[in-house]
Every structure is written in C-alpha cells, then in structure tokens.
Nanobody, 119 residues
Framework: QVQLVESGGGLVQAGGSLRLDCAVS????????MGWFRQAPGKEREFLAR????????DYADSVKGRFTISRDNAKNMVYLQMNRLKPQDTAVYYC????????????WGQGTQVTVSS
C-alpha cells in the first residue's frame, strides 16, 4: 500500500507561482511512477505531469509544459509540482497519484489540494 498526502494549495493571483508537495509513505519500488492530476468543477480529471521514481524520467501535458515542473526527492519521499505563470483556468483540485509502472494506471491517490487562481 502507498499513502499520498498533498499540501501547498491555496489562493494566488494570476501570473503567480505555487509549489505543491506530495508526501509518499508505504511500500514503494524503483519502477513506480508518480503523477500529478487536476480536476476543475464540472470537468474530467486531467493528467498534468509524471515522473519515474528511479531515474527521474518526466512527461508533461501540453497544457502545462513550460510552466509546471515535476520533481522528486527520493531521500525525503516527496514529489513536487512547481507551478509558474498561473492562470485562472488552472483553478482546480490537484491530486498526487502513484502507478506501479510508467505506462500503467494509477491505483493510489491523495485526497487533493485546492488551487485557486484569481484574475
């Protein structure tokens, strides 16, 4: 089992930055992939970024490429999402998730953290 707890959400003005943290606990393996997703009211959950636990391979959705950066600290069991140049349309609940492999589904999810970007 893997437990994930997000933090770092809040209210920010358009153009500002936020960093989301995801604390990872439980049994993890080097093959794990960690992802960030978001869901805005009335919309489907959207993939944002993912990173391989071992090696640091990353992948981004086009909607956030160049503005968001995913990273991890294996020693601290933390995954981060640095979000820059935020826009009102980035307003959503943001979720951290864990997958067994790079290309598999995500069985483990955090509870989410709210990000609100004001115009």
């Amino acid at each position: 089992q893997v437990q994930l707890v997000e933090s770092g959400g809040g209210l920010v003005q358009a153009g500002g930055s936020l960093r989301l943290d995801c604390a990872v606990s439980g049994r993890t393996f080097s093959s794990y992939s960690m992802g960030w997703f978001r869901q805005a009211p009335g919309k489907e959950r959207e993939f944002l970024a993912r990173i391989r636990w071992s090696g640091g391979r990353t992948d981004y959705a086009d909607s956030v490429k160049g503005r968001f950066t995913i990273s991890r600290d294996n020693a601290k069991n933390m995954v981060y999402l640095q979000m820059n140049r935020l826009k009102p349309q980035d307003t959503a609940v943001y979720y951290c998730a864990a997958s067994y492999e790079w290309s598999s589904a995500y069985p483990y999810w955090g509870q989410g953290t709210q990000v609100t970007v004001s115009s």
